[in-house]
């Protein structure tokens, strides 16, 4: 079982819709959840972090955390094309060892 | 100024040889990283250092040799190359050891094929 699961898509949805991805992690010691964007050919660029239970809001954005369940959400409202990326899913386990999953890629069709 | 930077961006090889690959961070963080990325996307750590220490040595062949002149500078060293090593390798940073917040920040990548 990896560490950090994630549906690996393609997920696809329309410009202007709410993109939904979701991430399980295996390691009850992780504390600190983050959620990267990859564009392919470049390096992940930080999107959210989230380190207790419930929602966090910025922007388009949201992410969510329950730890009981071992999972973790992003939700990209108001989805555009430029948002077309590989998102990455991380938890963060001791000693700054950072465990990521395969990653969604996401398609948003104008 | 890049926060995070490596070089070279390209590394075209054969196999057997010898090479590395330079990272170096600005943001002034203790901690630094290398990860591979496979042809599947999926990022994986290799090694982490704090302050010089070695912290993270996931199990990846010895060929693989990480050096940490300070805690600015984290290099990669790969011997004897071989055709499996072909992958994108990216170096990050973050600022503290342990605890929440400790965002990762990663550099450009550098995509190594070997021949």
């Known amino acids: 079982q990896k560490e950090v699961e994630q549906n690996s898509g393609p997920l696809s949805v329309p410009e202007g819709a709410i993109a939904s991805l979701n991430c399980t992690y295996s390691?009850?010691?992780?504390?600190?959840f983050f959620w990267y964007r990859q564009y392919s050919g470049k390096s992940p660029e930080l999107i959210m972090s989230?380190?207790?239970?419930g929602d966090k809001e910025d922007g388009r954005f949201t992410a969510q955390l329950n730890k009981a369940s071992q999972y973790v959400s992003l939700l990209i409202r108001d989805s555009q094309p430029s948002d077309s990326a590989t998102y990455l899913c991380a938890a963060l386990k001791e000693n700054n060892d950072m465990r990521f999953g395969a990653g969604t890629r996401l398609t948003v069709k104008p | 100024d890049t926060a995070v930077s490596q070089t070279p961006k390209y590394l075209v090889t054969q196999m057997g040889n010898d090479k590395s690959i330079k990272c170096e961070q600005n943001l002034g963080h203790d901690t630094m990283y290398w990860y591979k990325q496979d042809s599947k996307k999926f990022l994986k750590i290799m090694f982490s250092?704090?302050?010089?220490?070695?912290?993270i040595n996931e199990t990846v062949p010895n060929r693989f040799s990480p050096k940490s002149p300070d805690k600015a500078h984290l290099n990669l060293h790969i011997n004897s190359l071989e055709l499996g090593d072909s992958a994108v390798y990216f170096c990050?940073?973050?600022?503290?050891?342990?605890?929440?917040?400790?965002?990762?920040?990663f550099g450009a990548g550098t995509r190594l094929s070997v021949l």
């Open positions: 250092y704090n302050n010089k220490e070695l912290i």
């Open positions: 990050a940073s973050s600022q503290r050891l342990a605890g929440a917040g400790d965002i990762q920040y």
């Open positions: 390691d009850r010691g992780s504390q600190s």
């Open positions: 989230i380190y207790s239970n």
